[in-house]
């Protein structure tokens, strides 16, 4: 597809399980973000790629997050021993080579841990 | 400490009558600032932007307006639309275009017909 693709857009899961959300920026966009919206509030950051690296992870709630982008374009956020305050929105976004700053975001992946 | 703030979480507006949606922001270091308009179960899209070094930037019914001394901006849209109902965030960014954006809570924006 031509926009930011994130998989699974629903997801229910257990205190305490593992979770992986996935995010597929658009095809040729360099840099992908991560963004974490609950309700009520405005997307938080959490992480952001350059390519392959980790260009700034300083959004990162804790060390139970933690997301890769192995050949920089698919990316994974995972995280370990959910708990219900982890339930939100999770937005993923990419940039391609534009100076507006611009990012195009998927529709989200809603976790809910119970 | 929310460096980007929206004070007012909703605004009813008639149709064809002028919104003015408010941002204000604490860290001096933004120059960079986007409005994003996020539909129900969709993801924000970007609306318009301006940088620092400008006080107005317009896009057909869209003008953005910043007041840097006030640390403040405001978007306006004239004529309203009901297809503008939405929620608007205001972002910000340090260091150019390339950082990451701290957004703001949003604001509700209903345009009634």
Redesign the interface.
């Known amino acids: 597809g031509a926009g930011?693709s994130q998989t699974p857009s629903n997801k229910v899961t257990e205190k305490g399980k593992y979770v992986e959300l996935r995010c597929d920026p658009i095809s040729g966009h360099t840099?992908l973000?991560w963004?974490r919206q609950s309700l009520?509030?405005?997307?938080?950051?959490l992480i952001?790629f350059q390519g392959t690296g980790a260009a700034?992870d300083s959004?990162l709630p804790n060390d139970r997050f933690f997301a890769v982008r192995p050949e920089g374009s698919v990316s994974t956020l995972k995280i370990q021993r959910t708990e219900r305050g982890d339930s939100a929105v999770y937005?993923c976004?990419s940039?391609g080579q534009?100076?507006?700053?611009?990012?195009?975001?998927?529709?989200?992946s809603r976790l809910t841990v119970l | 400490d929310q460096q980007v703030k929206q004070n007012s979480p909703s605004l009813s507006v008639q149709e064809g009558r002028i919104s003015i949606l408010n941002c204000d922001y604490t860290n001096s270091m933004f120059d960079y600032f986007l409005w994003y308009k996020k539909y129900p179960a969709e993801g924000p899209t970007f609306l318009i932007s301006i940088s620092s070094i400008k006080d107005k930037n317009e896009d057909g019914r869209f003008t953005v307006f910043l007041n840097k001394s006030a640390k403040h901006l405001s978007l306006h849209i004239v004529p309203s639309q009901p297809g503008d109902s939405a929620v608007y965030f205001c972002a910000a960014s340090e260091g150019g275009s390339a950082r990451q954006l701290t957004f703001g809570s949003g604001t509700q924006l209903t345009v009634l017909p």
């Open positions: 930011v840099a973000y963004y009520g509030q405005g997307p938080e950051f952001y700034d959004g937005l976004a940039r534009t100076n507006t700053g611009e990012l195009f975001f998927g529709e989200g």
